[in-house]
């Protein structure tokens, strides 16, 4: 396992790494065993000075000339990322949102599995979306505590995101997901990213031509 | 309006601004007036220096030592990023999870409209999700040539997004923001972006304690 916390890595470039991540999981499943940041970079966008320093952070992946080898670097980023081995991560809000992110594909084989559903309205609990009984939010703490959950994704409706947030911390949950559009605060212990299309949104516009 | 085509602007600087965007409006709505590359820094976990450099590209915003104002420095970044307006978006797919976007409350004020609800599906065709009525995929092509809609969100299961893009580009479509799990293949022209919790997730779990 690489040192991770032997340097203070600037949170900008450990954001980078999963989509580099990504990118080579792609140009393996092309059946590449080999691939230089100049590549990398042109599929992301992104300069290849820019991604040799930020691999450079986590020691040498690659040989001067020689690119990166595709199978080692998804192992190193991996290790690097903890994903090498599978978290268990609770979804709240069993709305159209909540049941979308459990029949979500796109977890297999990166790292992690969605172990419950919870909703807090009567109509919903109990009941079965594919593998899962959606489970009463009053069940929230003591299912994460003694499943030793650290994860939680955050499909409710934004009045509620802040109170179910508080919950999930206060059961030990260490890292949340909001995909409501409303800014939460957690203690700086706990991790909060947010899914918000409208930053993405915009981030095209910028390239349209004026409707 | 302020020249974005004078200078080839990094596309990683351009994925910052709506960072910033939401980070003032949420000082805004603290009711304070101006900020500090300092303040957003902290904010966002992004170096004051980064910044100050990516807000450079675009002429100085603020006078050393009083910091931005907000209304104006907002005003700004939806110039550049041509929020200025609202752009029409169409979604296609009304599963769960376009059903979740139709009635996603995070557009509001930030430049976009969803205008319709597309889905394949006899079933669903007709059906009234809130002020929408699901269309059927046959009228994509006319609705978004008639109406001069530039951007889409893909919300179909990820066998279907390839052939829905093509058709979504077939008839003028210049963005796309897929929400499925696969990589899409659009011409050069078109911008692509995608909803990918797990790069979030992976974000996150490289700061926790291993489980």
Redesign the interface.
């Given at each position: 396992m690489l040192a991770?916390s032997s340097e203070n890595i600037?949170?900008?470039v450990?954001?980078r790494?999963?989509?580099y991540?990504?990118a080579l999981r792609?140009l393996q499943q092309e059946e590449k065993d080999v691939t230089s940041s100049h590549e990398l970079g042109k599929r992301l966008?992104?300069?290849s000075a820019?991604i040799r320093k930020d691999l450079s952070h986590f020691g040498g992946f690659g040989k001067q000339g020689t690119g990166y080898r595709i199978e080692y670097l998804i192992e190193k980023l991996q290790d690097?990322?903890?994903?090498n081995?599978e978290?268990?991560?609770v979804v709240v809000g069993a709305?159209?949102?909540g049941?979308?992110?459990s029949?979500?594909?796109?977890?297999q084989d990166?790292?992690?599995r969605i172990a419950h559903l919870f909703d807090v309205s009567p109509q919903k609990i109990g009941l079965a979306i594919d593998e899962f009984v959606v489970k009463p939010i009053a069940d929230l703490n003591k299912t994460i505590r003694d499943e030793?959950i650290?994860?939680a994704?955050l499909?409710v409706p934004?009045e509620h995101a802040q109170s179910v947030a508080d919950q999930l911390v206060d059961a030990g949950v260490?890292?949340i997901?909001n995909y409501a559009?409303i800014?939460i605060t957690v203690p700086s212990s706990v991790?909060i990213?947010?899914?918000?299309?409208?930053?993405?949104?915009?981030?095209?516009?910028?390239?349209?031509?004026?409707?």
């Open positions: 991770k600037p949170d900008i450990i954001g790494l999963p989509l991540l990504r792609r966008d992104i300069s820019q690097v990322l903890q994903v081995q978290w268990m991560v709305g159209n949102l049941i979308a992110i029949r979500y594909r796109g977890f990166r790292g992690f030793g650290k994860i994704m499909a934004a260490q890292a997901l559009p800014n991790q990213q947010y899914i918000d299309p409208v930053t993405h949104l915009q981030h095209m516009t910028y390239y349209l031509n004026e409707g």
